[in-house]
């Protein structure tokens, strides 16, 4: 609820996205230099007490909030805990700029995707072999990459 606070207030600055994951400047009695990992978001650094001492502190959580977010205003929605992924019960079809929307951030999220040595090895073997299925090209393009 404390991040919540500090989102809503505007104190993130200075947000950067870089390969590791984001940095930013949150101002509280002092401006504090944060950093979040992109794996794992409640992991990272922070120049606060608890920060120092390897505790989650209310700063490393904002700027989790801030990269899931965008910087956009929160919902009542967004701000409820959830324990379990929850049905909107709305039923309906995307329009065409929705589902480019969604398309594009799930390539943007792959790059994060990180495949293990031995199925690119595994994909390597099978460059070249029909199955049917028509997803093996992407990851053929994987394996030769590597
Ligand atoms: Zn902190």
């Known amino acids: 609820m404390r991040a919540l606070d500090l989102y809503e207030k505007g104190k993130v600055k200075q947000f950067k996205r870089d390969y590791h994951g984001f940095s930013a400047l949150v101002s509280g009695t002092k401006p504090y230099e944060v950093s979040v990992s992109n794996q794992y978001y409640d992991q990272g650094n922070?120049?606060?007490?608890?920060?120092?001492?390897?505790t989650l502190c209310k700063h490393m959580v904002v700027v989790a909030i801030y990269a899931v977010m965008d910087g956009k205003k929160l919902s009542n929605e967004d701000k409820k805990i959830s324990l379990s992924?929850?049905?909107?019960?709305?039923?309906?079809?995307l329009e065409k700029g929705e589902l480019s929307i969604i398309k594009k951030s799930i390539i943007a999220s792959l790059e994060y995707t990180k495949l293990e040595p031995a199925c690119i090895k595994t994909f390597k073997e099978l460059t070249g072999r029909e199955t049917c299925f028509g997803w093996e090209e992407p990851l053929w393009e994987i394996s030769e990459k590597k």
């Not at 992924?85 to 079809?93: D, T």
């Open 46 to 54: 922070c120049q606060c007490y608890l920060g120092q001492n390897d």
């Open 85 to 93: 992924p929850v049905c909107s019960n709305r039923l309906g079809n």
